[in-house]
């Protein structure tokens, strides 16, 4: 158990809907990184905050969009929904702003789309 | 994009010492190398870093070249629960915030 709590673990959706995925870091941890993983582009990285700020950007679409609470929960907003937005979508959280590498990663979220 | 160069999948025996090895040619001096695993869509584990000393943990063993191009995770006793995805990711620790770039990995499988 990595201490970093994703929810919810399995979600079916339609084409042109909008999700929202949680994600609890670690106490004491204050950045959070949101990655997706799809079969055909493996583990992607999407977006970064720390206690409560973007500090990176990867491959995010605009129809996504994230934040992260004063609790330092964080969430994850999908739109617009595509077949192709269908992923497992990780939660990683480490301690501090110029971290060591060491990701704590969830047991991630996973996506249909139909 | 990866800097890294690992080969796509690898088996190696119970009991055996399973060497995974990564290329990564063009490390700059700051960046350390790290080694991630993914147990069949688990979420990524952490497993061992370096700069450029070898080093060594209760999981692993990382062995770095002199010249930096190239590190191998040695895992001493494979079990059938190493199976996994083996990523090799170089890293600027001097950079504020900066994200884990994942490549393709290695699939290791072991076999008994």
């Known amino acids: 158990d990595s201490g970093v709590t994703q929810t919810p673990k399995h979600l079916i959706t339609a084409t042109g809907q909008r999700v929202t995925l949680r994600c609890s870091p670690r106490?004491?941890?204050?950045?959070v990184y949101w990655y997706q993983q799809s079969l055909d582009q493996g583990l992607q990285f999407l977006i970064q905050?720390?206690?409560?700020?973007?500090?990176a950007k990867g491959n995010i679409l605009e129809r996504f969009s994230a934040q992260q609470f004063p609790d330092l929960h964080s969430e994850l907003n999908l739109s617009s929904l595509e077949l192709g937005d269908s992923a497992l979508y990780f939660c990683?959280?480490?301690?501090?702003?110029?971290?060591?590498?060491?990701?704590?990663f969830g047991e991630g979220s996973r996506l249909t789309v139909l | 994009d990866a800097k890294t160069t690992q080969p796509p999948s690898m088996d190696c025996a119970e009991g055996r010492a399973a060497n995974l090895p990564c290329n990564h040619s063009t490390i700059s001096g700051n960046e350390y190398v790290y080694w991630y695993r993914q147990i069949h869509s688990q979420g990524p584990q952490y497993i061992i870093h370096?700069?450029?000393n070898n080093e060594t943990n209760e999981m692993a063993s990382l062995i770095i070249t002199e010249d930096r191009k190239s590190s191998t995770l040695i895992l001493p006793h494979a079990t059938l629960r190493d199976t996994a995805v083996y990523y090799c990711i170089v890293r600027d620790n001097n950079q504020a915030g900066t994200a884990l770039i994942f490549g393709k990995g290695t699939t290791l499988s072991v076999s008994s």
């Open positions: 990683a959280s480490s301690q501090t702003r110029t971290n060591t590498g060491e990701l704590f």
């Open positions: 106490s004491g941890d204050l950045s």
């Open positions: 370096g700069l450029k």
């Open positions: 905050y720390y206690n409560g700020e973007e500090r």
